[in-house]
Protein backbone atom coordinates (compact mmCIF):
# COMPACT_ATOMS: atom_id res chain seq x y z
CA UNK A 1 0.00 0.00 0.00
CA UNK A 2 1.40 3.45 -0.93
CA UNK A 3 1.73 5.28 2.17
CA UNK A 4 0.33 8.63 0.14
CA UNK A 5 -2.06 7.42 -1.14
CA UNK A 6 -3.85 5.88 1.69
CA UNK A 7 -2.78 9.33 3.85
CA UNK A 8 -5.10 10.93 0.64
CA UNK A 9 -8.35 8.75 1.24
CA UNK A 10 -11.50 9.16 3.23
CA UNK A 11 -10.51 7.03 5.48
CA UNK A 12 -7.32 8.19 7.00
CA UNK A 13 -8.57 11.53 6.96
CA UNK A 14 -11.15 10.99 9.30
CA UNK A 15 -8.90 8.78 11.73
CA UNK A 16 -6.35 12.05 11.83
CA UNK A 17 -9.26 14.25 12.30
CA UNK A 18 -10.13 11.95 14.78
CA UNK A 19 -7.23 11.94 17.07
CA UNK A 20 -6.59 16.03 15.67
CA UNK A 21 -9.44 16.81 17.29
CA UNK A 22 -9.41 14.63 20.88
CA UNK A 23 -5.75 16.09 20.99
CA UNK A 24 -7.20 19.51 20.84
CA UNK A 25 -9.61 19.04 23.14
CA UNK A 26 -7.79 16.82 25.51
CA UNK A 27 -10.82 14.25 25.26
CA UNK A 28 -10.24 10.69 26.15
CA UNK A 29 -10.56 8.32 22.64
CA UNK A 30 -9.37 5.49 21.71
CA UNK A 31 -7.25 4.14 18.90
CA UNK A 32 -6.24 0.56 18.02
CA UNK A 33 -2.81 -0.49 17.30
CA UNK A 34 -3.01 -0.24 13.61
CA UNK A 35 -4.60 3.50 13.72
CA UNK A 36 -2.09 4.63 15.89
CA UNK A 37 0.89 2.88 13.53
CA UNK A 38 -0.99 4.94 10.19
CA UNK A 39 -0.85 8.14 12.35
CA UNK A 40 3.03 7.61 13.42
CA UNK A 41 3.56 6.73 9.73
CA UNK A 42 1.38 10.30 8.48
CA UNK A 43 3.59 12.12 10.92
CA UNK A 44 6.68 10.60 9.97
CA UNK A 45 6.03 11.15 6.51
CA UNK A 46 5.17 15.20 7.19
CA UNK A 47 8.83 14.91 9.03
CA UNK A 48 6.79 15.68 11.90
CA UNK A 49 9.36 14.17 14.45
CA UNK A 50 7.58 15.43 17.73
CA UNK A 51 3.94 14.41 16.61
CA UNK A 52 5.06 10.62 15.86
CA UNK A 53 6.60 10.90 19.45
CA UNK A 54 3.19 12.01 20.87
CA UNK A 55 1.78 9.04 19.09
CA UNK A 56 4.23 6.81 20.33
CA UNK A 57 3.93 7.17 23.78
CA UNK A 58 -0.08 6.81 23.47
CA UNK A 59 0.29 3.51 22.02
CA UNK A 60 2.40 2.74 25.07
CA UNK A 61 -0.22 3.85 27.34
CA UNK A 62 -3.14 2.01 25.05
CA UNK A 63 -1.47 -1.12 24.18
CA UNK A 64 1.81 -1.64 26.71
CA UNK A 65 2.15 -5.14 26.01
CA UNK A 66 1.65 -5.01 22.04
CA UNK A 67 4.59 -6.45 20.02
CA UNK A 68 4.17 -3.33 17.43
CA UNK A 69 5.45 -1.10 19.98
CA UNK A 70 9.10 -2.18 19.53
CA UNK A 71 8.51 -1.49 15.63
CA UNK A 72 6.82 1.83 16.05
CA UNK A 73 10.27 3.19 18.28
CA UNK A 74 12.41 1.65 15.60
CA UNK A 75 10.91 3.58 13.03
CA UNK A 76 10.69 6.65 15.16
CA UNK A 77 14.41 6.09 16.13
CA UNK A 78 14.94 5.99 12.19
CA UNK A 79 12.89 9.50 11.72
CA UNK A 80 15.01 10.98 14.57
CA UNK A 81 17.91 9.84 12.57
CA UNK A 82 19.05 7.40 15.16
CA UNK A 83 19.65 4.36 13.14
CA UNK A 84 22.30 2.68 16.34
CA UNK A 85 19.48 2.91 18.45
CA UNK A 86 17.22 1.64 15.99
CA UNK A 87 19.76 -1.58 15.51
CA UNK A 88 20.26 -2.08 19.56
CA UNK A 89 15.69 -1.99 19.67
CA UNK A 90 15.70 -4.73 16.55
CA UNK A 91 18.42 -6.78 18.43
CA UNK A 92 16.60 -7.13 22.04
CA UNK A 93 13.37 -8.47 19.86
CA UNK A 94 13.35 -12.48 20.92
CA UNK A 95 10.51 -13.42 19.10
CA UNK A 96 10.99 -14.82 15.16
CA UNK A 97 11.52 -12.35 13.13
CA UNK A 98 8.45 -11.84 10.50
CA UNK A 99 9.12 -9.97 7.19
CA UNK A 100 8.28 -6.50 9.02
CA UNK A 101 11.18 -6.75 11.24
CA UNK A 102 13.02 -8.10 8.86
CA UNK A 103 12.53 -4.86 6.57
CA UNK A 104 12.80 -2.49 9.87
CA UNK A 105 16.05 -4.27 10.35
CA UNK A 106 17.16 -3.51 5.97
CA UNK A 107 15.82 0.33 6.74
CA UNK A 108 18.13 0.80 9.52
CA UNK A 109 21.08 -0.20 7.98
CA UNK A 110 20.67 1.61 4.81
CA UNK A 111 20.40 4.46 7.46
CA UNK A 112 23.90 3.25 8.66
CA UNK A 113 25.11 2.94 4.66
CA UNK A 114 25.45 -0.60 5.31
CA UNK A 115 24.09 -0.99 2.03
CA UNK A 116 25.26 -4.44 1.29
CA UNK A 117 24.01 -5.58 4.88
CA UNK A 118 20.74 -4.41 3.28
CA UNK A 119 20.58 -5.90 0.05
CA UNK A 120 21.32 -9.61 0.73
CA UNK A 121 18.73 -9.01 3.66
CA UNK A 122 15.91 -7.84 0.76
CA UNK A 123 17.64 -10.70 -1.54
CA UNK A 124 16.61 -13.37 1.23
CA UNK A 125 12.53 -12.02 1.33
CA UNK A 126 12.45 -12.06 -2.06
CA UNK A 127 13.85 -15.31 -2.76
CA UNK A 128 11.58 -17.11 -0.66
CA UNK A 129 8.70 -19.12 -1.74
CA UNK A 130 5.70 -17.19 -0.23
CA UNK A 131 5.94 -13.69 -0.15
CA UNK A 132 3.25 -11.17 0.01
CA UNK A 133 2.89 -8.50 -2.43
CA UNK A 134 3.36 -5.76 0.07
CA UNK A 135 6.47 -7.33 1.37
CA UNK A 136 7.77 -7.90 -2.14
CA UNK A 137 6.96 -3.85 -2.73
CA UNK A 138 8.41 -2.49 0.20
CA UNK A 139 11.45 -4.87 -0.07
CA UNK A 140 12.05 -3.73 -3.66
CA UNK A 141 11.53 0.15 -2.23
CA UNK A 142 14.60 -0.20 -0.12
CA UNK A 143 16.44 -2.10 -2.85
CA UNK A 144 16.19 1.21 -4.66
CA UNK A 145 17.43 2.94 -1.54
CA UNK A 146 20.06 0.79 -1.18
CA UNK A 147 21.14 1.96 -4.86
CA UNK A 148 20.44 -1.08 -6.63
CA UNK A 149 17.90 0.51 -9.18
CA UNK A 150 18.94 -1.96 -12.20
CA UNK A 151 18.64 -4.92 -10.43
CA UNK A 152 15.00 -3.69 -8.92
CA UNK A 153 14.10 -2.88 -12.24
CA UNK A 154 15.09 -6.60 -13.35
CA UNK A 155 13.11 -7.95 -10.60
CA UNK A 156 10.13 -5.75 -10.64
CA UNK A 157 9.66 -6.77 -14.48
CA UNK A 158 9.86 -10.46 -13.69
CA UNK A 159 6.86 -9.69 -11.27
CA UNK A 160 5.24 -7.91 -13.18
CA UNK A 161 5.02 -10.94 -15.89
CA UNK A 162 3.94 -12.83 -13.25
CA UNK A 163 1.34 -10.22 -12.00
CA UNK A 164 0.69 -8.05 -14.85
CA UNK A 165 -2.78 -5.93 -13.18
CA UNK A 166 -0.60 -5.09 -9.85
CA UNK A 167 -0.21 -1.46 -9.59
CA UNK A 168 2.76 -1.35 -6.66
CA UNK A 169 4.75 -3.26 -9.38
CA UNK A 170 4.12 -0.66 -11.72
CA UNK A 171 5.22 1.89 -9.31
CA UNK A 172 8.25 0.66 -8.23
CA UNK A 173 8.90 -0.26 -12.30
CA UNK A 174 8.22 3.39 -12.98
CA UNK A 175 10.93 4.38 -9.71
CA UNK A 176 12.94 2.30 -10.95
CA UNK A 177 13.33 3.80 -14.16
CA UNK A 178 13.02 7.80 -12.27
CA UNK A 179 16.44 6.51 -10.80
CA UNK A 180 18.09 5.74 -14.08
CA UNK A 181 16.34 8.76 -15.34
CA UNK A 182 14.53 7.24 -18.31
CA UNK A 183 12.03 9.58 -17.93
CA UNK A 184 10.01 8.70 -21.17
CA UNK A 185 9.35 5.15 -19.72
CA UNK A 186 7.93 6.87 -16.42
CA UNK A 187 5.97 8.91 -17.56
CA UNK A 188 4.15 6.23 -19.72
CA UNK A 189 3.60 4.02 -16.63
CA UNK A 190 2.01 7.15 -14.67
CA UNK A 191 -0.02 8.07 -17.91
CA UNK A 192 -1.23 4.56 -18.05
CA UNK A 193 -2.18 4.23 -14.06
CA UNK A 194 -3.85 7.56 -14.31
CA UNK A 195 -6.20 6.25 -16.98
CA UNK A 196 -7.40 3.65 -14.51
CA UNK A 197 -7.36 5.91 -11.77
CA UNK A 198 -7.58 9.71 -12.60
CA UNK A 199 -8.20 10.81 -9.33
CA UNK A 200 -5.09 9.21 -7.82
CA UNK A 201 -3.18 12.69 -6.51
CA UNK A 202 -0.43 10.31 -5.84
CA UNK A 203 -0.01 9.70 -9.61
CA UNK A 204 -0.48 13.56 -11.02
CA UNK A 205 1.96 14.12 -8.38
CA UNK A 206 4.85 11.72 -9.58
CA UNK A 207 4.10 12.43 -13.24
CA UNK A 208 4.31 16.62 -12.23
CA UNK A 209 7.56 15.84 -10.42
CA UNK A 210 8.97 13.44 -12.96
CA UNK A 211 8.43 16.80 -15.64
CA UNK A 212 9.87 19.01 -13.12
CA UNK A 213 13.09 16.51 -13.05
CA UNK A 214 13.47 17.36 -16.57
CA UNK A 215 12.87 21.02 -16.28
CA UNK A 216 9.58 20.78 -18.05
CA UNK A 217 7.99 23.39 -15.22
CA UNK A 218 4.98 24.44 -17.68
CA UNK A 219 3.90 20.49 -17.61
CA UNK A 220 4.70 19.93 -14.28
CA UNK A 221 2.60 22.94 -12.97
CA UNK A 222 -0.36 21.56 -15.06
CA UNK A 223 -0.12 18.53 -13.41
CA UNK A 224 -0.19 19.81 -9.75
CA UNK A 225 -2.83 21.64 -10.92
CA UNK A 226 -4.84 18.63 -11.50
CA UNK A 227 -3.24 17.39 -8.38
CA UNK A 228 -4.80 20.44 -6.50
CA UNK A 229 -8.33 20.09 -8.27
CA UNK A 230 -8.33 16.69 -6.64
CA UNK A 231 -7.09 17.83 -2.89
CA UNK A 232 -6.37 21.56 -3.16
CA UNK A 233 -5.32 20.86 0.72
CA UNK A 234 -2.18 19.45 -0.85
CA UNK A 235 0.26 21.94 0.03
CA UNK A 236 3.32 19.94 -1.45
CA UNK A 237 1.80 20.96 -4.85
CA UNK A 238 1.72 24.17 -3.74
CA UNK A 239 5.08 24.60 -3.01
CA UNK A 240 6.46 22.95 -6.02
CA UNK A 241 4.45 24.71 -8.05
CA UNK A 242 6.06 27.87 -6.64
CA UNK A 243 9.48 26.73 -7.32
CA UNK A 244 8.20 26.27 -11.06
CA UNK A 245 6.80 29.88 -11.37
CA UNK A 246 10.39 31.03 -9.82
CA UNK A 247 12.61 29.52 -12.46
CA UNK A 248 9.68 30.25 -15.59
CA UNK A 249 10.70 33.77 -13.88
CA UNK A 250 6.76 34.70 -13.29
CA UNK A 251 8.06 35.62 -10.45
CA UNK A 252 4.71 37.49 -8.97
CA UNK A 253 3.47 33.63 -9.38
CA UNK A 254 5.80 32.25 -7.04
CA UNK A 255 6.40 35.31 -4.35
CA UNK A 256 2.53 34.76 -3.87
CA UNK A 257 2.78 31.41 -3.22
CA UNK A 258 5.65 31.50 -0.92
CA UNK A 259 4.22 34.49 1.34
CA UNK A 260 1.56 31.97 2.00
CA UNK A 261 4.03 29.33 2.83
CA UNK A 262 6.08 31.56 4.58
CA UNK A 263 3.32 32.83 6.86
CA UNK A 264 2.22 29.24 7.39
CA UNK A 265 5.45 27.84 8.19
CA UNK A 266 7.30 30.90 10.06
CA UNK A 267 10.59 28.86 11.12
CA UNK A 268 10.43 27.58 7.78
CA UNK A 269 13.65 28.87 5.95
CA UNK A 270 12.46 27.79 2.45
CA UNK A 271 9.79 30.01 1.48
CA UNK A 272 11.71 33.00 2.90
CA UNK A 273 14.53 32.48 0.87
CA UNK A 274 12.36 32.08 -2.65
CA UNK A 275 10.73 35.51 -1.71
CA UNK A 276 13.81 37.09 -1.02
CA UNK A 277 14.96 36.01 -4.89
CA UNK A 278 12.03 36.67 -6.39
CA UNK A 279 12.31 40.62 -4.63
CA UNK A 280 15.91 40.67 -6.29
CA UNK A 281 15.02 39.11 -9.49
CA UNK A 282 12.45 42.53 -9.69
CA UNK A 283 15.29 44.92 -8.83
CA UNK A 284 13.73 45.40 -5.03
CA UNK A 285 17.57 45.43 -3.64
CA UNK A 286 17.09 46.68 -0.26
CA UNK A 287 13.82 44.72 0.46
CA UNK A 288 15.70 41.12 -1.05
CA UNK A 289 18.74 42.27 1.61
CA UNK A 290 16.21 42.70 4.40
CA UNK A 291 14.91 38.94 3.71
CA UNK A 292 17.76 37.33 3.61
CA UNK A 293 19.20 38.50 6.86
CA UNK A 294 16.24 37.57 7.93
CA UNK A 295 16.87 33.73 6.89
CA UNK A 296 20.31 34.11 8.08
CA UNK A 297 18.94 35.32 11.68
CA UNK A 298 16.39 32.39 11.92
CA UNK A 299 18.62 29.43 10.52
CA UNK A 300 21.24 27.01 12.71
CA UNK A 301 24.47 29.20 12.55
CA UNK A 302 26.74 26.74 10.45
CA UNK A 303 23.64 25.93 8.12
CA UNK A 304 23.48 25.91 4.36
CA UNK A 305 20.75 28.00 4.71
CA UNK A 306 22.36 30.81 6.59
CA UNK A 307 25.63 30.37 4.51
CA UNK A 308 23.85 31.00 1.41
CA UNK A 309 21.88 33.83 2.67
CA UNK A 310 25.14 35.70 3.66
CA UNK A 311 26.92 34.67 0.19
CA UNK A 312 23.94 36.48 -1.35
CA UNK A 313 23.70 38.91 0.97
CA UNK A 314 27.51 39.88 -0.10
CA UNK A 315 26.63 39.49 -3.85
CA UNK A 316 23.76 41.94 -3.94
CA UNK A 317 25.64 44.32 -1.66
CA UNK A 318 28.71 43.99 -4.18
CA UNK A 319 26.18 45.02 -6.87
CA UNK A 320 25.16 47.82 -5.07
CA UNK A 321 28.56 49.28 -4.89
CA UNK A 322 28.55 48.74 -0.69
CA UNK A 323 31.90 47.40 -0.90
CA UNK A 324 32.51 47.20 3.06
CA UNK A 325 29.09 45.63 3.56
CA UNK A 326 29.86 42.93 0.94
CA UNK A 327 33.23 42.28 2.47
CA UNK A 328 31.72 41.61 6.25
CA UNK A 329 29.07 39.35 5.06
CA UNK A 330 31.26 37.09 3.20
CA UNK A 331 33.94 37.12 5.70
CA UNK A 332 30.91 35.89 7.95
CA UNK A 333 29.80 33.04 5.04
CA UNK A 334 33.47 31.64 5.08
CA UNK A 335 34.10 31.59 9.12
CA UNK A 336 30.77 29.60 9.90
CA UNK A 337 30.25 27.89 6.84
CA UNK A 338 28.47 23.92 7.00
CA UNK A 339 30.63 20.97 6.82
CA UNK A 340 28.51 20.24 3.49
CA UNK A 341 28.65 22.99 0.73
CA UNK A 342 27.51 20.95 -2.51
CA UNK A 343 24.75 23.46 -3.39
CA UNK A 344 28.16 26.27 -4.30
CA UNK A 345 28.49 24.04 -7.09
CA UNK A 346 25.08 24.21 -8.93
CA UNK A 347 23.76 27.67 -8.88
CA UNK A 348 22.42 29.40 -12.14
CA UNK A 349 21.82 32.48 -11.54
CA UNK A 350 23.50 35.02 -9.86
CA UNK A 351 22.09 34.40 -6.78
CA UNK A 352 22.52 31.01 -5.08
CA UNK A 353 19.08 29.04 -4.68
CA UNK A 354 18.40 27.01 -2.11
CA UNK A 355 18.31 23.55 -2.46
CA UNK A 356 16.44 20.14 -1.05
CA UNK A 357 15.97 16.79 -2.41
CA UNK A 358 12.31 18.12 -3.50
CA UNK A 359 13.39 20.85 -5.60
CA UNK A 360 16.83 19.26 -7.38
CA UNK A 361 16.79 18.37 -10.75
CA UNK A 362 18.16 15.97 -12.31
CA UNK A 363 20.72 18.67 -13.98
CA UNK A 364 21.43 19.90 -10.42
CA UNK A 365 22.14 15.94 -9.49
CA UNK A 366 24.17 14.93 -11.70
CA UNK A 367 26.85 17.82 -10.56
CA UNK A 368 26.90 17.16 -7.36
CA UNK A 369 26.25 13.43 -7.03
CA UNK A 370 29.12 12.53 -9.50
CA UNK A 371 31.68 12.58 -7.22
CA UNK A 372 32.80 13.42 -3.52
CA UNK A 373 32.97 17.28 -3.67
CA UNK A 374 35.60 18.37 -1.03
CA UNK A 375 35.80 21.75 1.01
CA UNK A 376 38.85 22.88 -1.37
CA UNK A 377 36.64 22.04 -4.77
CA UNK A 378 33.18 23.51 -3.05
CA UNK A 379 34.91 27.13 -2.48
CA UNK A 380 36.91 27.11 -5.70
CA UNK A 381 33.50 26.86 -7.33
CA UNK A 382 31.90 29.77 -4.90
CA UNK A 383 35.36 31.75 -5.93
CA UNK A 384 33.89 31.47 -9.46
CA UNK A 385 30.90 31.68 -9.53
CA UNK A 386 31.86 35.41 -8.20
CA UNK A 387 34.18 36.29 -10.89
CA UNK A 388 31.70 34.95 -13.39
CA UNK A 389 29.28 37.97 -12.09
CA UNK A 390 32.20 40.33 -11.70
CA UNK A 391 32.75 40.61 -7.71
CA UNK A 392 35.92 40.93 -8.10
CA UNK A 393 36.47 42.01 -3.90
CA UNK A 394 34.65 39.17 -2.54
CA UNK A 395 36.06 36.43 -4.92
CA UNK A 396 39.66 37.77 -3.98
CA UNK A 397 38.38 37.23 -0.04
CA UNK A 398 37.32 33.58 -0.52
CA UNK A 399 40.22 32.58 -2.67
CA UNK A 400 42.84 33.80 -0.08
CA UNK A 401 40.43 32.40 2.86
CA UNK A 402 40.55 28.98 0.93
CA UNK A 403 44.15 28.86 -0.44
CA UNK A 404 46.40 28.28 2.41
CA UNK A 405 44.29 24.92 2.98
CA UNK A 406 44.79 24.24 -0.61
CA UNK A 407 45.91 21.09 -2.02
CA UNK A 408 46.86 22.10 -5.62
CA UNK A 409 47.14 25.89 -4.84
CA UNK A 410 47.82 26.77 -8.86
CA UNK A 411 44.20 27.39 -9.90
CA UNK A 412 43.58 29.34 -6.50
CA UNK A 413 46.71 31.41 -7.70
CA UNK A 414 45.28 31.89 -11.24
CA UNK A 415 42.35 33.16 -10.01
CA UNK A 416 43.80 35.26 -6.91
CA UNK A 417 45.89 37.19 -9.77
CA UNK A 418 42.61 37.64 -12.22
CA UNK A 419 40.75 39.54 -9.61
CA UNK A 420 44.04 41.37 -8.63
CA UNK A 421 44.08 42.36 -11.80
CA UNK A 422 40.45 43.26 -12.31
CA UNK A 423 40.74 45.49 -9.09
CA UNK A 424 43.79 47.41 -10.56
CA UNK A 425 46.13 45.63 -7.62
CA UNK A 426 48.65 44.71 -9.50
CA UNK A 427 51.67 45.06 -7.47
CA UNK A 428 51.36 41.47 -5.87
CA UNK A 429 49.89 39.74 -9.05
CA UNK A 430 53.11 38.48 -10.72
CA UNK A 431 53.73 36.35 -7.78
CA UNK A 432 50.71 34.98 -8.19
CA UNK A 433 50.93 34.83 -12.33
CA UNK A 434 54.32 32.57 -11.45
CA UNK A 435 53.02 29.96 -8.97
CA UNK A 436 50.01 29.49 -10.93
CA UNK A 437 52.32 29.08 -14.23
CA UNK A 438 54.64 26.99 -12.44
CA UNK A 439 51.71 24.58 -11.25
CA UNK A 440 50.38 24.76 -14.81
CA UNK A 441 47.59 26.15 -14.33
CA UNK A 442 45.22 26.33 -17.65
CA UNK A 443 42.09 28.43 -15.43
CA UNK A 444 45.16 30.81 -15.61
CA UNK A 445 44.98 31.04 -19.41
CA UNK A 446 41.18 30.62 -19.42
CA UNK A 447 40.46 33.63 -17.30
CA UNK A 448 42.86 36.26 -19.19
CA UNK A 449 41.38 34.61 -22.09
CA UNK A 450 45.32 33.29 -23.53
CA UNK A 451 45.88 30.28 -25.68
CA UNK A 452 47.69 27.67 -23.30
CA UNK A 453 51.23 27.49 -23.21
CA UNK A 454 53.48 25.81 -20.99
CA UNK A 455 56.97 27.36 -21.53
CA UNK A 456 55.62 31.18 -21.57
CA UNK A 457 57.60 33.22 -18.61
CA UNK A 458 55.64 35.26 -15.98
CA UNK A 459 57.35 38.18 -18.00
CA UNK A 460 56.00 37.42 -21.25
CA UNK A 461 52.42 36.77 -20.00
CA UNK A 462 52.43 39.61 -18.06
CA UNK A 463 53.38 41.91 -21.30
CA UNK A 464 50.70 39.53 -23.33
CA UNK A 465 47.63 40.43 -20.97
CA UNK A 466 48.86 44.27 -21.49
CA UNK A 467 48.82 44.27 -25.15
Not at 106 to 135: G, P, W
Request: net charge negative; with cysteine.
Amino acid sequence: MDNKGYFDSTEFRELLQRYEQAAETGACSYFGIEELRDLEAYYIFQDSTLMAEEIVNIAKKLHPNSPDIVKMEVKLSLCKDEPEVALVLLEEISTPHDDETNLLFAETFIAMKEYREAHDIIIDLLNRQRVTKETACDALELMLDCGFAQEALQITDYALQENPNEKCFWEIKAECLIELQNTKGAIAIYNKLLDSDPYSTFYWEQLAHIYYLINKYGKAIECFEYELAIGEEIEYACMMQGYCYYFLHNYSKAQAIFEVLSHKYPSSAMPRFYIALCLFATGQFDAALKGFEEVAHKSDTNSIEAMLARVNRAIIMSKMGNNEGAAGAISLAMVMHPEQMKQLLISEGELYELRDKENLTFKEMNVIDIKEWNREEQLFALARHLIKYGHWNIAKSVLLYAHPDAGDKADFDACIAYTMYRLGQQEQMPTYIRKALEGKSDVLFELFGLIYDADISTEAFISNIKK
